[in-house]
Each structure stands twice: as C-alpha cells, then as structure tokens.
C-alpha cells in the first residue's frame, strides 16, 4: 500500500466514530418526533413498529436509543419541554422588544404542540429529574420575558405565568371531533387572539386570582 493510500485508509477509519454518533443522534431525534406525532395521534400503546416506521429507522435501532416504552414516553415528553425551554432562552437573548419575545415563546411552544403531547404522557415522568430540571430552565425564561413585557408596560399587570401556560396547554390541545391538520389551521388562530388579549392595556380585569405555578408544565 502506497502512503497516500495509507493516508487515507487512516483518515476513513479517524472519521468512523464521530460518523457514527452524528448518525446515531440523527437517529435519536427523528425517533422522539416520529414517536410524539404517533403518541399524540394514537395513545401511549400505539406501535411502537410504527414509530420505527415513521422515523425511518428499524425496531433494532429504536430499542438501542429507547430501553422500552416508558423511557421512550418519558423521554418525547423532555424532549418537548426542551425545545420550548430552548426557545424561550434564544427568545430571552434575541428580542429588544420584550412583547416579540414573549410571542415568539407562546408561538414556538403552539408549534411543538405543548398542550397535545403533555395531555397525552400527563403521569408519566412525575419521577423524571431530566424533565424536572428543563421544566425549571424553561419557566424561568418565560417568567423573565414576561416580566420585562410587564414592565415595558405591553403585558397586562394582572397575567401570569400559569395563566399563559394554561391557555398555551388548553388551545394546543386538538379536539376529539377536530381533524388535526384543520385544528393546526385553527390552533394558530387562536394563539393569536390569545395574544392579543395578553396586551396592556386591559379592558377589564381577570375574575379572581391565578397566582404563578411552575407546577403547570407537568400537570397541563
């Protein structure tokens, strides 16, 4: 074998591993996306072969990534809250305008279908520290965006966060009647009525009080 050779024989091997974990992370992904969209339309005992199916990947390759239901249940559920926790933080860094950043927040976590996925693996990580600790980095985000809205004088003084996380976790929420791709239609209009009554000034006040919860996330 020629050095040149050598070389590259030596380079192909240098590239194996890391090769193989960009593989195994795509993977990873489109599992917990196959795997939410297929929980939300069927249950939590929907196939998990059609999970696979969807993902684009074999049983043998789902159970690597997923010891077994549970975990895989637990997991789309911290995958979810994640994302929204994510969002919120670039929403956090980016935006000037305090009010763009809290729409940006409540649009993304519509997007992510907050209210459909929680509703279906309510119970199922009560015990999870994973979901827990991106819950806790999440809600403190939105808390801050909201306040800074509030403050700038664009945010009614009387919301809270457990009110905009209910409401978020009630409108994203498909009806058994509803087919899911008009509800899609139907969800982002309603987003946008629900923040426009976000909005400073208020016509009238909230009935009762609704003091913050971060207990909301986990029990919507």
Same mark, same amino acid.
């Given at each position: ?17 890391? %090769?193989?974990? *960009?593989? +195994? &992370? ?5 599992? $917990?996306?196959?795997? #939410?969209?297929? !929980? /939300?339309? =069927? ?61 940006? %927040?409540?649009? *993304?976590? +519509? &997007? ?5 996925? $929680?509703?279906?693996? #309510?119970?199922? !990580? /009560?015990? =999870? ?38 409401m978020l976790a009630q409108l994203t929420r498909p009806l058994p009647c509803c087919d899911r791709a008009d509800f899609d239609v139907r969800a982002g209009r309603y987003i946008e009525l629900f923040l426009a009554g976000l909005r400073a000034p208020a ?18």
């Amino acid at each position: 074998m020629s050095s040149t050779d050598a070389a590259r024989s030596q380079g192909a091997r240098g590239c194996l591993a890391p %090769c193989r974990r *960009a593989d +195994a &992370s795509r993977n990873h992904e489109r599992i $917990l996306t196959a795997a #939410r969209a297929v !929980f /939300v339309e =069927d249950g939590l005992e929907a196939s998990l072969d059609e999970v696979a199916r969807r993902a684009g990947v074999g049983n043998a390759t789902l159970y690597r990534h997923f010891g077994d239901r549970e975990d895989l249940i637990r997991q789309v559920a911290t995958h979810v809250i994640a994302q929204v926790a994510d969002d919120a933080e670039s929403a956090l860094a980016e935006e000037d305008d305090p009010f763009q950043a809290l729409r940006r %927040c409540v649009e *993304a976590a +519509a &997007s992510h279908g907050v209210g459909a996925v $929680l509703q279906v693996v #309510r119970g199922q !990580f /009560v015990k =999870d520290e994973a979901f827990f600790a991106v819950r806790a980095r999440g809600t403190a985000a939105f808390e801050e965006i909201m306040r800074r809205a509030r403050e700038s004088g664009q945010l009614r003084p009387d919301v809270t966060f457990d009110d905009v996380w209910g409401m978020l976790a009630q409108l994203t929420r498909p009806l058994p009647c509803c087919d899911r791709a008009d509800f899609d239609v139907r969800a982002g209009r309603y987003i946008e009525l629900f923040l426009a009554g976000l909005r400073a000034p208020a016509p009238s006040e909230l009935p009762g009080s609704s003091p913050a919860s971060t207990d909301s996330i986990s029990q919507r």
